[in-house]
């Protein structure tokens, strides 16, 4: 097993510029969540899905979208990028909603400029 | 909202104790310890439901206060290797889909 996946590992975008992050998980999985984490700030919850075709906003969700189609894949949309969304981004799962691990991926740097 | 956690910071000689304190201000359903090295992903520890139980393996352990909605991470006779970010997680009784975390502490065990 892959476990969590993201790509890319480093991304540099210019203001106003969209792109995807991509979050997939071969655990089938039911729950998958995106957080950023910042200097001080520590892991903050972007937004978050129960299942396949299920999604809800966690802390900090303005300036993101997401969906998810299918069990595996939970991608997370920068709409129009902004410098304040110069972070790290995590993406976890794990097997459903409870007190149960978060799996989490390796990560991906994103830089505004 | 963000669990509270402290202290914020700690420094350590090998071998002596440390507890990282974790509140919140609603009702916990759950509490969970990660811990984080540099540049790399948050790692599980232990998870910890309502009901007062206590956890731990190895020398690392935790307790759960439900009346308090507070919980606390016990490091015994610290190792190098516990050097990192530990970061506590809580989900809320009614939304237990939800888990947040608090801002961290950071440990870091010398020589």
């Known amino acids: 097993n892959a476990g969590v996946t993201q790509t890319p590992k480093f991304q540099v975008l210019k203001t106003g510029q969209s792109m995807t992050l991509q979050c997939a998980q071969d655990m089938n999985h039911e729950y998958m969540s995106w957080y950023r984490q910042d200097p001080g700030m520590g892991l903050r919850l972007i937004h978050y899905?129960?299942?396949?075709?299920?999604?809800d906003q966690g802390e900090v969700p303005n300036g993101y979208n997401v969906s998810r189609s299918t069990t595996e894949d939970f991608p997370l949309r920068l709409l129009s990028a902004a410098p304040s969304q110069t972070s790290v981004y995590f993406c976890a799962s794990s097997p459903r909603t409870g007190a149960y691990e978060q799996y989490f991926g390796p990560g991906t740097r994103l830089t505004v400029t | 909202q963000q669990p509270v956690q402290s202290p914020q910071a700690v420094i350590l000689r090998e071998g002596e104790d440390a507890v990282i304190n974790c509140s919140s201000s609603?009702?916990?359903?759950?509490v969970h310890w990660y811990r984080q090295k540099h540049g790399e992903a948050p790692v599980f520890l232990m998870i910890l439901l309502k009901g007062g139980e206590q956890k731990g393996h190895d020398k690392i352990s935790a307790s759960f206060n439900e009346k308090k909605q507070q919980s606390s991470l016990y490091l015994t006779a610290s190792q190098l290797s516990y050097s990192g970010t530990y970061f506590c997680?809580?989900?809320?009784?009614?939304?237990?889909?939800?888990?947040?975390f608090g801002t961290g502490t950071r440990l870091q065990v010398t020589l």
């Open positions: 899905s129960v299942g396949a075709g299920i999604t």
């Open positions: 997680g809580t989900e809320n009784t009614g939304t237990a889909s939800k888990l947040t």
């Open positions: 609603k009702a916990l359903y759950s």
